[in-house]
């Protein structure tokens, strides 16, 4: 069965340092990966996804991830944080097929501190 | 492209009371999957509709249940509410090209008094 896990239920940074959060998942196939970010009282938006190819995925807003498949890792980074970051970041997986279902953690609540 | 659009936003029941959303899927896109989110959780799928029929479904029972139209619109029902049911319910619609270009509407915020 796909799993996804967010060890951190929350992640304080100050502005200006670099942040990330952590996700790990579990697939049989090649997995499809996802980030999301929801605002208060808000729908998901989508950050960035890794489908194949370079590791590095770089998304929305200065975010980019990294697909460690070794480790069954795909860590949300940013090199500078900013206030406006301060929401709740999904980690999701899929095996991208038609008729397939999106996995997601159980979210991780990022604080930007000025 | 108005992209997903779904209604109401916000919408309050009685314990008992039986509760239908609804979901416009984006241009193009043929299925819908509709995911519950309680509070402080990810999001849990519930069903996904593809022409017209459910196609595959989460753990949920069976008060929940869909309807997908001609025109790829979907509703959700929710039959007999508990208070375990307020959540922000989620759909998202895609196409053949694969769940992962999956686009997600803003959400429908039921609470269940």
């Known amino acids: 069965a796909q799993s996804v896990a967010q060890p951190e239920d929350q992640v304080n940074v100050a502005e200006g340092n670099p942040l990330t959060v952590k996700c790990t998942y579990s697939v049989s196939g090649n997995p499809y990966l996802f980030w999301y970010v929801q605002y208060p009282n808000r729908g998901l938006q989508f950050l960035l996804k890794y489908i194949t190819g370079d590791n590095l995925v770089k998304g929305s807003y200065g975010f980019e991830a990294e697909f460690n498949k070794s480790q069954t890792s795909f860590h949300l980074k940013k090199p500078s944080a900013l206030v406006s970051d301060s929401a709740l970041y999904f980690c999701a997986v899929t095996l991208g097929n038609r008729d397939d279902k999106i996995i997601f953690g159980k979210g991780t609540r990022l604080h930007i501190l000025p | 492209d108005a992209g997903v659009t779904q209604s109401p936003t916000h919408l309050i029941k009685t314990r008992g009371q039986q509760v239908t959303l609804r979901c416009s899927p984006k241009?193009?896109?043929?299925?819908v999957s509709w995911y519950q989110q309680a509070l402080g959780q990810g999001p849990q799928f519930i069903f996904q509709?593809?022409?017209?029929?459910?196609?595959q479904r989460g753990n949920f029972p069976d008060r929940f249940s869909g309807h997908q139209f001609p025109n790829y619109s979907s509703e959700l029902n929710v039959n007999a509410l508990l208070l375990g049911d307020s959540a922000l319910y989620l759909c998202?619609?895609?196409?053949?090209?694969?769940?992962?270009?999956?686009?997600f509407g803003q959400g429908t915020r039921l609470t269940v008094v």
């Open positions: 998202a619609s895609s196409n053949g090209q694969g769940i992962h270009r999956a686009f």
């Open positions: 509709y593809y022409e017209e029929e459910e196609r």
């Open positions: 241009s193009g896109h043929d299925t």
